[in-house]
DNA sequence: AAAACTGGGGAAATCGGTTTCCTGCACGGC
DNA sequence: GCCGTGCAGGAAACCGATTTCCCCAGTTTT
């Protein structure tokens, strides 16, 4: 008795050779009728196709990769523990690859090399036809070693090898519209304020703040780059040392979002009324930090969602047989909110009790 | 001519034919070698494995799935695209089923249901040998509708089904840690808030919390428990409620970590000393809420990788021919930092320029 | 010395599809 | 009426492993 669609628990899966059968074909029949492929007189497709769908019958993908030498799988290798930064990269690439018909294996090497390596060979066993690499943040990685060549890009984090292709954020193009906005508000002492200057990230926003402001003829407010930690706890500090060098600075641009934060306390800890008298920026639109901040936090996003889909398409590309190299920036865009409010307006929005 | 183990981009990949042919023996005699099955001479094994090894033969995967019929690999799907809590709970199951040779297939639906049933359709053409789903927090869901039997576990968010096996944190333990260690504390007025009442988490919470101190003679400071949302600015608002409702109140437990640094605000705002005039604990032990929280924030951690690896193993289990069933739960545990200090303790570790 | 074991390894079926090659049939042209 | 043509679909090889079955040689048993 051949199954049916209504096995359930009772039988074995439904084969194309069940579907045969019951249209009264070959498997190879089926085959053809399914995949469209070969001569078939409409007639008999139909017929198949009928069987097929009366069974419920789905094809066995493994069965199917095993012959056709493509597993329609590509592995996402995070070396850095997945966070913050790389999650909306992951989800983004497995967005497009599900999108393309493609599965996803995930791997978190927790930033171990054994740990990596491993993950590479069970990958390849399974016959994977791509991989996508996140790293952290804008810091280059050595490339990952394959034993058989496999389309790799790497997302977030690039290679050092400028044969392979990565794809980054912009943080130049990142910094440039923080300070054009800025400028265009009418603010004109501007501080900076961010991470470890051995952090790619920041000392990049770093640099194209002070040439974008340079180019506007504009000093760095305190005559220095503010560098520290990313967290909040410097943002305090730094705002008040910003405030000390500078005590007329009117903007403080800061490497991420929680320096942003710490420094909002700080101002308002001190006094100072934001957008009001000062203005204030973040960067990674990191909704948590920017909505809590009071006033909300204008910020740079760095699409990230986008930058993951990207990767996912240049991988498809490669796996395609159309390989890219070099590194390709994904555009960022700038999220305004209330901490940059045009300086003589009225904070808007002034919440019940949310005295700032 | 075979390939070898330096053939690199040039052949095709090793097979179990070309070791066979390399070690003089038959296809089926290098399988037994290689698994350890059937009867070789040592001398003939070691022969194999030598020839194995030089070609650097890894067996594929996917034939090997399908005539033992199991893949060795499961499907993650998170119903509501992957957030903060869903995330470590993917982590840990991923780490545990790594662990046990099996890899893993991200699968994020965004919540919908049209996508949630392409997936699963997806994950069993692929021949998976079970399922993870992890929901938002601890709201039941519906079972996932399958059209064939797969075992399944539920994390996070428990399915609505008592015949499937879920897995979900303590949220009544958490409570009555944070009840207890209050009162240890020497806390006598203790307020309680939290996000809304329809969600499972904090009605439990609240639930337990209130019968906690019952429990010790005690009761609710203001006499009800301040339901509103999950973020910071109803902490705010929350807290400065509580302080109206009962100006001697001694301490503050917070649904979450957004409520609890939102509430440190306004006590700060208010004058209010912590932890030496008023306690103050949340939930989630969100690293960079907890930490940035002026004063560091004592909270409960729901251990949501510890979830993740017993929702794999559960898994494996259940692959394994030894199903489960029912709703059980993770233990959790209390975090404690300064902000519950005790009342007659200076104030630690006091950064400079860190003003509270 | 013949019969019964036993250990070692090969041949071939199998898993579930895909694809190539080939055949049978109907049709058209001469 | 015969031959070439083309269409529809079948047979079988193949993808790369696993596993059963079987055979052969050497050893033990009676």
Redo the contacts between chains.
């Keep these: 008795m051949p199954p049916t669609a209504a096995d359930?628990?009772a039988g074995r899966?439904v084969t194309i050779h069940d579907v045969a059968t019951l249209a009264g074909v070959s498997p190879g029949t089926v085959s053809k009728a399914i995949n469209g492929r070969g001569k078939l007189r409409p007639e008999t497709r139909e017929r198949v196709l009928d069987a097929a769908r009366r069974l419920?019958f789905?094809?066995?993908?493994?069965?199917r990769?095993?012959s056709s030498g493509r597993?329609f799988?590509v592995g996402?290798v995070t070396t850095d523990?997945?966070g913050r930064f790389s999650?909306p990269v992951?989800?983004g690439a497995?967005?497009a690859l599900?999108a393309g018909?493609i599965?996803?294996?995930?791997?978190?090497t927790r930033g171990d090399q054994i740990r990596e390596q491993h993950?590479v060979?069970?990958?390849?066993?399974?016959?994977i036809d791509g991989l996508i690499v996140t790293g952290r943040r804008t810091d280059p990685r050595p490339p990952l070693r394959l034993?058989?060549?496999v389309p790799v890009v790497y997302a977030l984090g690039p290679s050092t090898d400028p044969a392979d292709v990565s794809l980054v954020t912009d943080d130049a193009e990142g910094a440039r519209l923080v300070v054009a906005h800025l400028l265009a508000t009418g603010r004109r002492r501007i501080a900076h304020l961010t991470g470890p200057e051995h952090h790619l990230a920041a000392s990049v926003r770093a640099e194209h703040t002070v040439r974008a402001l340079r180019e506007a003829g504009v000093e760095l407010s305190g005559g220095r780059v503010h560098f520290g930690s990313w967290?909040?706890?410097w943002g305090?500090?730094a705002a008040?040392m910003a405030l000390l060098a500078d005590p007329a600075v009117d903007a403080l641009f800061c490497g991420n979002d929680?320096i942003a934060?710490?420094a909002a306390?700080a101002l308002r800890?001190a006094g100072r009324r934001v957008p009001d008298e000062i203005a204030l920026v973040g960067y990674d639109n990191w909704d948590?930090m920017a909505?809590?901040c009071r006033p909300t936090l204008t910020t740079v996003d760095m699409n990230l969602a986008e930058l993951g889909r990207t990767a996912a398409l240049t991988l498809m590309d490669a796996i395609d047989g159309r390989p890219a190299r070099g590194v390709r920036t994904v555009p960022c865009r700038l999220v305004v909110r209330d901490s940059t409010g045009v300086p003589t307006a009225q904070p808007r929005q002034r919440?019940?009790?949310?005295?700032g």
């Design positions: 359930g628990a899966a419920g789905r094809p066995n993908e493994m069965a990769g095993l597993s799988t996402l523990s997945v999650l992951l989800l497995e967005d599900g018909r599965s996803v294996f995930l791997c978190d993950y060979r069970t990958l390849l066993d399974r016959r034993p058989q060549p967290d909040e706890a305090r500090q008040r929680q934060r710490g306390d800890e948590v909505e809590a919440r019940a009790g949310d005295g």
